[in-house]
């Protein structure tokens, strides 16, 4: 990493996680993209098996991945969830300390349907733990919830009802 972006993250981690709040919404994108610049300077991209690695060796998705650690451990989270099945064990590690120590609740948006999410979790180390977080499944695609017309969906009511409210 060069002396520009190691200060520059430097800079990003004092300045930003003091705005982390436990009434805001924060989002953290912590694997599965292409196409963007390590801090080596080349493209790179973190998918397939050795995700972990992968995250360990780039400064930015390590320190992505402390803050998610970090806010899970916090009591009592909500974490909502678009498109993870659940196969990567160094995340699924997370969750499962952060549901036995800190009250961790899960909440899925998935396209398929209950059933056949429950028996895909449970084909998964720790998948009877996370289970017992779930706290809602929403069998939508992203289309359902927010349609291209911009109505109001019967699916965004219910994530609004179950996630936000309660």
């Known amino acids: 990493m060069t002396a520009l972006n190691s200060g520059l993250l430097s800079e990003l981690k004092t300045n930003s996680i003091n705005h982390i709040s436990k009434n805001s919404i924060n989002y953290v994108k912590l694997h599965g993209s292409y196409g963007w610049m390590s801090s080596k300077g080349t493209n790179s991209y973190v998918i397939g098996k050795e995700k972990e690695q992968q995250v360990a060796d780039e400064p930015l ?69 996370i289970m017992e977080a779930l706290a809602g499944y929403f069998p939508y695609t992203l289309l359902d919830i927010f349609p291209k017309d911009q109505s109001e969906s019967h699916a965004w009511k219910e994530i609004l009802e179950s996630y936000f409210v309660s």
């Open 61 to 129: 998705l390590s320190w992505y991945f402390d803050i998610f650690k970090n806010e899970l451990s916090k009591p009592n989270r909500k974490l909502f969830l678009i498109g993870y099945a659940f196969r990567d064990q160094h995340i699924n590690e997370v969750f499962v300390d952060s549901i036995k120590k800190s009250g961790l609740k899960l909440f899925v948006i998935s396209p398929s349907e209950q059933s056949e999410f429950i028996s895909n979790l449970n084909s998964v180390e720790y998948g009877d733990i």
